[in-house]
């Protein structure tokens, strides 16, 4: 079993929809990371967590340390948001290494 | 403020050819770290350096070797090498300071095929 698991795995929604992302993981961290990753593109940081909500634009995180789970919410869908997102989770004692989770691939349609 | 910037982008080398990805970032971290991202695998980290003189193996370290040049260059290289390299690799880097949360940023990636 992976320490860190996504799903879904594919994601295909219309432009406007609400979109949810969620992701798991199995060990004592310090922070969970939400990674976007356009085709081709690099990875830009989203979110960093360590509890409770973020929100920024359109994107909003959540994170629940007791369930060790974490949501990210798209509102309003747009075509731009196509992309891969990740989780990550980084261990208190960890070096700042990061376990990554497999990455949700979203298409967004006009 | 360029961030992490990872030379070259992209890279096809012959089997048993070798060659050196080169990382830099400008934000005065202490830590940095190799990852390759493959289909169906996720991000698998190969070597860090936690801060300045130090380097560790991660979990895919073989084939690879490191140099923490200086703190801001974090060099990858493959000795010889074999089609299993083919993959994206990403540079990343942190200021990670036990027991407190922290950013990570990354750089483009390169994009090597092995053939």
């Known amino acids: 079993k992976n320490e860190v698991e996504q799903s879904p795995q594919n994601l295909t929604a219309q432009e406007g929809e609400f979109i949810t992302i969620n992701c798991s993981y199995s060990?004592?961290?310090?922070?969970l990371h939400w990674l976007q990753q356009h085709p081709g593109g690099g990875i830009v940081s989203l979110f960093m967590?360590?509890?409770g909500k973020k929100k920024h634009g359109r994107l909003i995180a959540t994170i629940n340390i007791q369930e060790k789970h974490s949501s990210l919410h798209i509102t309003a869908s747009h075509p731009r948001d196509s992309a891969v997102y990740i989780c990550?989770?980084?261990?208190?004692?960890?070096?700042?290494?990061?376990?990554f989770g497999q990455g949700t691939i979203l298409t967004v349609h006009p | 403020n360029a961030g992490v910037t990872q030379t070259p982008k992209f890279q096809v080398l012959k089997t048993g050819q070798s060659m050196t990805l080169q990382c830099a970032q400008d934000?005065?971290?202490?830590?940095m770290y190799w990852y390759r991202q493959d289909p169906g695998m996720g991000l698998r980290l190969i070597y860090y350096?936690?801060?300045?003189?130090?380097?560790d193996k991660g979990e895919v370290p073989n084939g690879y070797n490191v140099s923490r040049l200086n703190k801001r260059e974090f060099s990858l290289r493959l000795e010889s090498a074999a089609p299993s390299q083919t993959s994206v690799y990403f540079c990343?880097?942190?200021?990670?300071?036990?027991?407190?949360?922290?950013?990570?940023?990354f750089g483009q990636g390169t994009r090597l095929t092995v053939v």
């Open positions: 350096s936690a801060s300045e003189g130090t380097t």
């Open positions: 934000m005065n971290h202490n830590s």
């Open positions: 990550a989770v980084a261990g208190g004692t960890s070096y700042g290494k990061l376990t």
């Open positions: 990343a880097s942190s200021e990670w300071s036990y027991p407190f949360p922290f950013e990570a940023f």
């Open positions: 060990v004592g961290i310090s922070a």
């Open positions: 967590l360590s509890s």
